[in-house]
């Protein structure tokens, strides 16, 4: 349709000749091009100057036009209704997407002391204790575990046990879905891990403190972290590098 058709078109909508469906047609063009709002207005008045009509008739004019005001009114609702659409797209097409942190931590991460599995008697009763929660961890009776891991912190046991306690913890609170307790726990592991004991329980802190941060959204946090377990280059490498490359996307 060239411009002249427009320019009918407009004439025939200020005189009520349109159908909705043109009137809807004819507004899409009209907001592309500011001109034909301006030769809109322009007919639309002339049409009422030269109207000689009576005023009975005039009335029924001024409905007719309050029917043509009241269609554009709905068109460019609608205009509007699709412009708000496509921005909210958009603004959610750019908007990153955080990848999804592990969703549990497995039984194979658990601590225990190295010679769990070994016949060894020469266990101090503290080591003894932790195995028998994780024992129990690994039975699933998480409540019982956590009041054997409590009972044994209480008792000041050395720095290495007391990681490992506190990263027993902090792996029930994240497999219940308690991520500040988690945190916490895992804080405090980490303190009593950074010792020079073993670069294996720290790595593996650093990650979970970076799964943690992860499950509660908090983006800045989670790459802190998992820099930090690059750095280490040991059994969680891959895993950090794989996912700081989705963090910086």
Known sequence: MDKNQIYKRIEDYAYGRLSSAEVEDLWVKILEDPELL???????HLRQLSSSESKASTSKRGKTWNSVVRKSFLAIAA???????VLYYFQLSTTPVMP???ALIPSSDYESVDVFRSVDSNLTSHEK?????????????????KSAFRHLLEQKPQNELQAKLFFDLGAIAYNHSHYTT????????LSH????????LPEKINWYLGQTHLQ??????????VERVIK???????????LLTKLNK
């Open 193 to 200: 891990a950074n010792n020079g004991i073993n670069e294996w």
């Open 232 to 242: 280490y280059n040991g059994y969680y490498h891959s895993r950090a590098e794989s």
């Open 182 to 189: 988690a945190l916490d726990d895992f804080h405090l592991a």
């Open 79 to 85: 205009c509007m209704v699709i412009a708000v659409g």
């Open 100 to 102: 999804k942190a592990q």
């Open 216 to 225: 509660l959204k908090q983006q800045q946090k989670t790459v802190d972290y």
């Open 129 to 145: 204790e932790l195995n028998k929660g994780f024992a129990m961890m690994i039975r699933h009776q998480d409540n019982q575990a």
């Open 38 to 44: 301006s030769y809109l207005e322009t007919v639309a």
